[in-house]
């Protein structure tokens, strides 16, 4: 497996692995698919390539993209908004891997805390933060579309 910086031509694999992972984690979410399509969309994700505080990351086998990191710096705290892999190739340490390289890019940026939200409905989401030694931290209120859903912060103290 490689694991490298995201560009634009794994853009089109990456809103399929979030569009393959939301139908898998969030089958009861009915607006997932405009969700998916805003968020994912060409040119959300061109746009996000290029902020220098912004790091995306892909896992590639074969040179087939299986799975993706998206996070951001914010002060002195970096956010891991999204790890996702494939449903098909989850239970590999795929995510792990990918974690382990986003948490490695931003220490270098001397941040204090690390930050990963996850819906409260996503079991697998939150037990793999809480496997990587991160701590709930809260619980939020969050909307997607229209629809109000729970979403858990974990935390991992870097000082």
């Known amino acids: 497996m490689e694991i490298?910086?995201?560009?634009p031509d794994d853009i089109d694999a990456i809103a399929e692995i979030a569009r393959a992972s939301w139908e898998a984690d969030y089958p009861n979410i009915l607006n997932r698919e405009s969700a998916?399509?805003?968020?994912?969309?060409r040119e959300q994700l061109e746009e996000e390539?290029?902020?220098?505080?912004?790091?995306?990351y892909v896992?590639?086998?074969g040179g087939e993209v299986?799975?993706?990191?998206?996070?951001?710096?914010?002060?002195n705290e970096g956010n891991i908004l999204r790890i996702y892999v494939h449903p098909d190739e989850r239970r590999r340490g795929i995510g792990r891997a990918l974690f382990d390289r986003i948490r490695h890019e931003l220490i270098r940026h001397?941040?204090?805390?690390?930050?990963?939200?996850?819906?409260s409905d996503n079991a697998l989401?939150?037990?793999?933060?809480?496997?990587?030694?991160?701590?709930?931290?809260?619980?939020?209120?969050?909307?997607?579309g229209d629809e109000r859903f729970e979403e858990n912060t974990?935390?991992?103290?870097l000082t």
Not at 4 to 7: D, N, P
Not at 66 to 75: C, K, M, R, S, T
Request: hydrophobic letters at 50%; a negative charge; zero cysteines.
């Open 4 to 7: 490298y910086v995201a560009h």
């Open 125 to 144: 989401g939150n037990e793999f933060y809480a496997d990587l030694g991160m701590e709930h931290d809260e619980r939020a209120e969050t909307i997607i």
């Open 59 to 61: 896992a590639a086998e």
């Open 110 to 119: 001397d941040i204090e805390r690390l930050n990963a939200m996850v819906l």
């Open 66 to 75: 299986i799975g993706f990191a998206h996070a951001v710096l914010a002060e």
């Open 154 to 157: 974990y935390v991992l103290e």
């Open 36 to 41: 998916v399509n805003e968020w994912y969309s």
């Open 49 to 56: 390539l290029t902020y220098p505080w912004t790091y995306m």
